[in-house]
């Protein structure tokens, strides 16, 4: 059985371009013209209560592979997103249909003095899940802790243009800025921003928050947490907000693709996201949903171009020229994808309409192997060796470049390390990769993955993308930072550093004992609304 959960691309554009609007001037207005948060759509259709006594209930949700760390300043995937969000607090919310709330969270509101100052009215009476009283202590603790250089967090980039925060009182803090940040307040609202509680940090130190516990100000708190095993959550009665409904939530961690489907098959798991491959072994079954939720994600290969020989220019053009992505969507994907040219996808602010993905050519690629002056090409496609899905993709990508005259060899890597093998430069020539943009804007991407030394861009340089970059980042004019970006677009374009293959639709797997689950664009679930039935 399925059914479809979808904003509309008209929808999604409309918020991600408030969302793009979210320079400091216009922090205000995101909330004002933002329509208020809809009552959270169900899995099912069907309204779930909670018991009069209070949470009840076990979901469990499955996992591809380990979190990175518990603390959040150390982890940088939608892997931690789906769990992080539900734990953790920040100044800012965002509701499921990607509109800032005003007063949603930690923060009940914000005023903004001039383009580098911004204060914040937080929340009284909120604890953490210690019992440590949140105020403005933990705020400026939580920033300079994330801006510590010597803390080496994946999320620090996204933040550089914060000075600082400072203590007015303890419920009042001001933000000052380096330099202004047209995306800043949509940033305070996810990764990397989730507010920490300073004293618990200080006694018990990074190593211990990273691998064992960490409170939050969320409706869940952690429990236990076991290394390649499980993460488990248990509902807070202390929590601010509305209640969780769910008493328990069992994350657990399976990397196998097979072992995941069986699970959810059985029972074992009420929560996964499937292949497309996969749907067709759900659809029979009468307690058990497929749910297409549209995305911004978008899948596509990274060319290294420090390693020969996709330090090619003309060897990645035509490795750009010899692959039929369409058919790898109507074939591997069934179908459920869309050919793009770059990173952004049509969801977010920055995206060109008229960059067309690249032709399907394989009689230019071979001309331009002939032209490279590369005699024998050898190129190296890596792949996490348990992905059944990328490795079927890697096997045609593969047998389309042998075709023009590549010679590949695929290298499986371990899931676990396969990141921070590439965030190392570890990963020759070709790597799969899928990135969304969570800001719903080009800067989060763009710098992210192409700016020189930034965390998802170990080899790429060039002078000109950086000097754009920044300048975007340097003015609140959006029509010019959009000027900006379709320059980016084709200067990383015309390089033939990235090889879009399609852009993706989310499809859940939910069991129908489920209610009342929001499943958002973004992907992060938010379990509070959400009830099971035994």
């Known amino acids: 059985m399925s059914r479809t959960r979808t904003i509309s691309r008209r929808r999604f554009l409309q918020n991600s371009a408030l969302v793009g609007t979210g320079a ?3 922090a205000n207005l995101l909330s004002a013209c933002a329509p208020a948060a809809p009552a959270p759509s169900g899995a099912t259709g069907e309204e779930g ?3 009069a006594d209070g949470p009840t209930g076990t979901l469990t949700l499955a996992l591809v592979r380990d979190i990175e760390s518990l603390d ?3 982890t940088y995937s939608l892997n931690n997103g789906r769990w992080q969000k539900n734990v953790f607090g920040y100044l800012v919310k965002r509701d499921e249909e990607m509109n800032l709330v005003e007063g949603g969270g930690l923060a009940t509101s914000w005023e903004v003095e001039d383009d580098l100052n911004v204060v914040f009215n937080l929340r009284e009476g909120v604890q953490f899940h210690n019992g440590e009283a949140f105020n403005a202590d933990s705020v400026v603790f939580t920033f300079e802790r994330l801006l510590d250089e010597e803390n080496a967090s994946p999320q620090r980039f ?4 914060i000075d600082h925060f400072e203590k007015i009182d303890d419920y009042t803090v001001r933000m000052v800025m380096a330099e202004v940040d047209p995306v800043i307040i949509t940033k305070l609202s996810g990764y990397g921003a989730a507010i920490v509680p300073k004293q618990f940090i200080e006694e018990n130190g990074n190593d211990y928050v990273s691998a064992t516990n960490i409170p939050g100000t969320g409706p869940f708190q952690i429990v236990e947490y076991e290394k390649d095993a499980q ?8 929590y601010w907000g509305e209640p969780a409904k769910i008493q328990e939530v069992i994350y657990r961690i399976i990397p196998d693709d097979s072992t995941r489907l069986a699970e959810f098959l059985s029972g074992g798991i009420d929560i996964l996201t499937l292949t497309p ?3 067709q072994a759900v659809e029979g079954a009468s307690d058990l949903e497929v749910i297409p939720v549209g995305v911004p994600t978008v899948s596509g290969l990274r060319l290294d171009a420090s390693k020969p020989p996709t330090d090619n220019l003309q060897i990645r053009e035509a490795i750009a020229h010899a692959i039929d992505t369409q058919t790898i969507i109507d074939t591997i994907l069934n179908g459920v994808g869309e050919r793009m040219a770059v990173w952004q996808s049509p969801y977010s602010f920055g995206f060109d309409p008229d960059l067309e993905p690249y032709a399907y050519d394989p009689e230019a690629a071979t001309a331009l192997i002939a032209e490279s002056g590369v005699e024998n090409p050898e190129l190296i496609y890596n792949v996490i060796g348990d992905d059944t899905q990328a490795k079927e ?4 990508v593969k047998a389309m470049l042998e075709a023009v005259g590549f010679t590949v060899t695929i290298a499986q890597k371990e899931r676990a390390t396969f990141f921070d093998e590439y965030r190392a430069g570890e990963l020759d020539n070709i790597v799969p990769f899928g990135w969304g943009g969570w800001t719903l804007d080009a800067d989060n991407t763009y710098y992210s993955m192409h700016y020189t030394g930034e965390s998802y861009n170990p080899s790429f340089s060039n002078e000109e993308i950086d000097a754009l970059l920044d300048e975007q980042r340097g003015t609140l004019d959006q029509e010019k930072r959009q000027e900006i ?5 084709q200067l990383i374009y015309d390089q033939y550093i990235d090889v879009m293959l399609y852009q993706a639709q989310y499809l859940w797997g939910v069991n129908n004992r489920v209610k009342d689950l929001p499943l958002p664009a973004d992907e992060r679930l938010w379990l509070a609304p959400a009830s099971v039935t035994e």
């Open 24 to 26: 400091l001037f216009g």
């Open 49 to 51: 209560a909670p018991s």
């Open 72 to 74: 959040p300043i150390k």
């Open 158 to 161: 996204n933040y550089t243009s």
């Open 231 to 238: 993460l488990v959550l248990e509902a807070f009665d202390g």
């Open 277 to 279: 491959a996969q749907t």
């Open 393 to 396: 993709i890697a096997n045609t």
């Open 485 to 489: 970006f379709y320059q980016v677009n």
